[in-house]
């Protein structure tokens, strides 16, 4: 905490209490139910914590990256499925609207963002372009004044709860280069959004596969300039992964805590198993890992706050998403060691824990993909 100033502090305090009160008591019941209940976008609304970071002409609240990230934490400590609708809606659509969009877009779709009238949808990942963007083939064609979209999303966040996405089409056949980013309304003709149901983990957030058939939009719908869609994408993860790192701390965090709380009430042998030595152990062997992890996080986001020059920060961003998500796994697995038969019963949270972050290694970025970038920024080299 000594990084922290006063309203840092304050912003970390109202989070986590907007945690315990709305999200932990439900976080088992989403689980089971696959959905979190819908009214939770609208309090996120009304706390501001969907408008962090955005002017306040356009319903948001002036914050740093670092205010952010903490409400991040916390509400990954909650439930991972309420912050990924935050991190996605905010994080990745409204902040990018906010960096790009002319000032009619703004004024059309921040309030409503901010608010949590509305959601938005990140539209990157197809089913055959993951870790590769800049092969992805999902099409707009220009039409004179409009522009004709026409392809398939995959593991899209918010996708059925979106009222606008954020959709990567290509637009050239010039690879990355030839990508440009569209917002498009999610009520248009030929937007379709299904729901992918049966996943390992993040069960409660709404993640959907979409499809575009002939979606026609105005010009005025293009954010950026023609060309620079992959650009945007690849400069809105960054900051992306980040938020992800900072859900991944407070996912183990949570782990943690259940565990040690569990470890001094359950008793063998006459005696609370925290009096175990390999008990002890686990418990601080991912109490370590957690600080380490969280101190990367800030660091990544007090550098974006400085403005330090964008490949330090991609490079301290993959460091923090890579140990953080790695370490989510790591501790919840520990953890749930701790707990011994009962932490594979969902009465206890360790099995939704260790759920929810085995995804945490693989989206915004897999660990191998963290790895890469780390090192072409240490060698200036791109590995084959």
């Known amino acids: 905490m000594l990084l922290l100033d006063d309203t840092h502090r304050e912003i970390k305090e109202l989070a986590a209490d ?19 209940d819908p009214g939770i976008v609208t309090r996120l609304g009304e706390l501001g914590f969907l408008g962090l970071g955005i002017d306040e002409r356009y319903g948001g609240t002036e914050v740093d990256l670092m205010s952010y990230i903490l409400v991040c934490e ?18 990745l659509v409204s ?9 009619e877009q703004k004024q059309w779709w921040l309030p409503e ?34 522009w004709v979209l026409s392809g398939e999303k995959i593991f899209i966040t918010n996708g059925t709860w979106a009222s606008v996405a954020l959709v990567f089409a290509r637009t050239s056949p010039d690879g990355g280069k030839g990508i440009t980013a569209f917002l498009v309304p999610t009520d248009t003709t030929g937007f379709t959004a299904t729901t ?4 390992l983990g993040l069960r409660g957030q709404a993640t959907a596969t979409l499809s575009l058939d002939a979606v026609r939009i105005p010009d005025s719908a293009r954010l ?3 060309g620079q869609g992959l650009s945007i994408a690849l400069g809105a993860l960054t900051k992306g992964r980040i938020s992800v790192a900072a859900g991944s701390v407070g996912l183990a965090q949570a782990a943690l805590d259940a565990a040690v709380r569990y470890s001094t009430e359950r008793t063998q042998f006459g005696q609370p198993i925290a009096t175990k030595q390999l008990v002890q152990e686990l418990l601080a062997d991912s109490a370590l890992d957690i600080e380490a992890a969280r101190l990367l996080t800030w660091k990544a986001a007090l550098l974006a706050d400085s403005g330090a020059p964008k490949e330090e920060v991609r490079l301290a961003s993959s460091m923090a998403k890579l140990s953080a998500s790695e370490t989510a796994v790591r501790v919840s697995n520990n953890c749930l060691q701790v707990f011994g038969g009962y932490g594979f019963i969902d009465e206890y ?21 963290q790895k890469l970038i780390i090192g072409r920024s240490l060698t200036g080299i791109n590995a084959l």
């Open 196 to 199: 992918i149901h049966g996943k």
């Open 113 to 146: 963002l901010t608010s949590g009238r509305a959601l938005g949808c990140f539209a990157l990942t197809e089913p055959d372009s993951g870790s590769d963007p800049g092969s992805l083939r999902t099409r707009a064609a220009r039409d004179g004044d409009e």
């Open 95 to 103: 902040k990018t609207i906010a960096a790009y969009g002319t000032e």
């Open 18 to 36: 907007f945690v315990e009160r709305e999200v932990v008591p439900h976080a088992r019941d989403w689980d089971r139910a696959e959905s979190v």
């Open 349 to 369: 949270p360790m099995g939704k824990y260790l759920r929810d972050a085995r995804v945490l290694t693989l989206y915004e970025g897999t660990s191998q993909i």
């Open 74 to 91: 916390e509400l990954g400590r909650g439930d991972s499925a309420v912050r990924g609708i935050v991190s996605v809606s905010l994080g």
């Open 224 to 226: 950026g300039a023609i």
